[in-house]
C-alpha cells in the first residue's frame, strides 16, 4: 500500500531558528512530491520535486529531494511567526493520484 | 492567481439530510477533485474528475456522489448524511494529464452533522 510518512507529528521553535522537516515515501510509481503550507485554510503550494538532488529555494524556505533514499526533507531558515502552520507532504503516483501524509504542525514563538 | 471557491466555509446538517457542498474554480483546470481532511488520517480522496461529466472513485467513494456539469464547477453530494461524514471537506483543480501539476486548493468546508 502506498504510504507517506511525515516527521516530526509536531514542532515547537523560537523565531530565527532553523526547522528540518521530513518526508519519507512509499509508492508505486512515483511522479513527483510536493510541499504545502496549510494555515487555517487552503493548502498552499510550496514546491514540486522531481529529480533527486536538486534543491529548490523560495526565500527562507528550501526542498531537496532523495529518490534513492525514499525521502524528502523541506527546511526553513530564520523562522517567523508567519511560519506558524501545517506543512504537507504529497507524493502523486499518477496523473490523478495524490497522497498526503498527516503534516507536521509547526509553531513559531515569538 | 488560480482561484478555488467553495459554497461554504462551516455548514451544520443533520442526521439524514442531503448535502450539497460546491466547488468553483476560475483557470480553466481540466482535473478536478474532493478530499476530505480529518485529524491523524491527512487528506483522502473522495471522487475526482477529468473532464466535464466524467468521475472517478477516489480512496473513500462511499456514501458521496458527484456532478461535474461544466468544467468550472464539481460538486459533492452526501445522499444521506451522517455523523460520521463529520470532516473537513477540500476542493482542489490541477491542469490535465500527460505531466503532474500542482493541486490549488479551496479553503474548505468544515460539515458537521448532528
Known amino acids: 500500500e502506498d504510504k507517506v510518512v511525515q516527521s516530526p507529528l509536531s514542532l515547537v521553535v523560537h523565531e530565527g531558528d532553523t526547522v528540518t522537516l521530513n518526508c519519507s515515501y512509499e509508492v508505486t510509481n512515483f511522479r513527483s512530491l510536493l510541499w504545502y503550507k496549510q494555515e487555517k485554510k487552503a493548502p498552499t503550494f510550496l514546491f514540486m520535486l522531481t529529480s533527486s538532488g536538486i534543491e529548490k529555494k523560495s526565500g527562507r524556505l528550501s526542498s531537496i529531494l532523495d529518490k534513492k533514499e525514499l525521502f524528502s526533507i523541506l527546511n526553513i531558515t530564520a523562522t517567523q511567526t508567519g511560519d506558524s502552520a501545517v506543512y504537507l507532504c504529497?507524493?502523486?503516483?499518477?496523473?490523478?493520484?495524490?497522497?498526503f501524509g498527516t503534516g507536521t504542525r509547526l509553531k513559531v514563538l515569538a | 492567481d488560480v482561484k478555488v471557491t467553495q459554497s461554504s466555509r462551516y455548514l451544520v446538517k443533520r442526521t439524514g439530510e442531503k448535502v450539497f457542498l460546491e466547488c468553483v474554480q476560475d483557470?480553466?483546470?481540466?482535473?478536478m477533485f474532493w478530499y476530505r481532511q480529518d485529524p491523524g488520517l491527512g487528506l483522502r480522496l473522495i471522487y475526482f474528475s477529468y473532464d466535464v461529466k466524467m468521475k472517478e472513485k477516489g480512496d473513500i467513494p462511499e456514501g458521496y456522489s458527484v456532478s461535474r456539469e461544466k468544467k468550472e464547477r464539481f460538486s459533492l453530494i452526501l445522499e444521506s448524511a451522517s455523523t460520521n461524514q463529520t470532516s473537513m471537506y477540500l476542493c482542489?483543480?490541477?491542469?490535465?494529464?500527460?505531466?503532474?501539476?500542482?493541486?490549488?486548493f479551496g479553503p474548505g468546508t468544515r460539515l458537521t452533522v448532528t
Open positions: 504529497a507524493v502523486s503516483s499518477g496523473t490523478y493520484k495524490y497522497i
Open positions: 483557470m480553466d483546470h481540466e482535473n
Open positions: 482542489a483543480s490541477s491542469l490535465v494529464a500527460g505531466y503532474v501539476y500542482e493541486q490549488y
